[in-house]
């Protein structure tokens, strides 16, 4: 859950959906502290004057400014360079989840939703967070995977898996096929076979290979829907190419691909 020493920033226009979420953050998650702000521009005046916020739940239509407008610029701060990123809309379009994937949020809630459906989203995000915390392996392209969305597969290269999640290299996906939260399956081939699971799409970069000028995606999946079969086999592949890649580290599963 939160710890006290975990700080949220709330920013919708309306004052009553900013207290019932500060609530829920209170209540179910134990924060001790919780900022709200009405306009982007009194959010950002927060963001400066604290020494570290670690959440922020934002609507997308402020008043003052865009909430896509306001994420950029707030992790321009160094208080909030690292902040988790919830975004709330009455929007559902594709055109809009493309573009909070591309912000860079952890999640993406419809609005109107209950405090059941921000609570479980909030949890799972948490447990995903610790589970990256612990071990993971990189894997460094050494391994194949299929991503399928429907009918559409996409080759590439695995490049990072923990028990959490993975990291992979694709050409790009076309945005008639997918989008961000999706769910693929995905089939990763090694030596000993192969492994196959679900992921839900949570971020996506697109790059330009500096030497090839070939254009491909970083893709991150946070795996969901996982039988037990599948949590063992995950665990088997992973300690069985360990052996020398381990790490630990409290980055992320799920991060841009440096090029």
Request: glycine share 4%; proline share 3%.
């Amino acid at each position: 859950m939160l710890s006290s020493d975990m700080v949220p920033l709330i920013v919708d226009s309306n004052t009553t959906h900013s207290k019932s979420v500060a609530t829920i953050l209170r209540n179910e998650f134990n924060a001790q502290t919780v900022y709200s702000a009405n306009t982007a521009r009194q959010a950002m005046d927060i963001a400066r004057q604290q020494p570290k916020i670690n959440w922020i739940f934002a609507d997308t239509e402020l008043s003052d400014l865009s909430g896509f407008d306001f994420i950029d610029s707030v992790r321009q701060l160094p208080t909030a360079r690292d902040a988790s990123v919830v975004l709330m809309s009455s929007r559902r379009d594709k055109e809009t989840l493309l573009r909070a994937a591309a912000t860079g949020v952890v999640d993406y809630i419809a609005k109107p939703f209950n405090a059941a459906t921000l609570i479980s989203k909030l949890r799972r995000h948490l447990d995903s967070k610790e589970k990256r915390e612990s071990e993971r392996l990189t894997t460094l392209a050494v391994f194949d995977v299929d991503i399928t969305f429907g009918d559409a597969i996409y080759p590439g290269k695995l490049l990072d898996i923990s028990l959490g999640g993975c990291l992979a290299r694709a050409e790009p996906f076309k945005r008639s096929h997918t989008c961000v939260f999706d769910t693929a399956n995905l089939l990763v081939k090694h030596e000993n076979g192969e492994l196959t699971c679900q992921g839900e799409l949570a971020r996506m970069e697109r790059y330009t290979d500096p030497d090839t000028h070939e254009k491909f995606v970083a893709a991150g999946f946070q795996f969901s829907h996982l039988t037990d079969q599948m949590r063992t086999d995950i665990s088997r592949f992973v300690s069985s190419i360990g052996s020398g890649q381990k790490q630990t580290t409290t980055a992320a599963v799920i991060v841009a691909l440096e090029v």
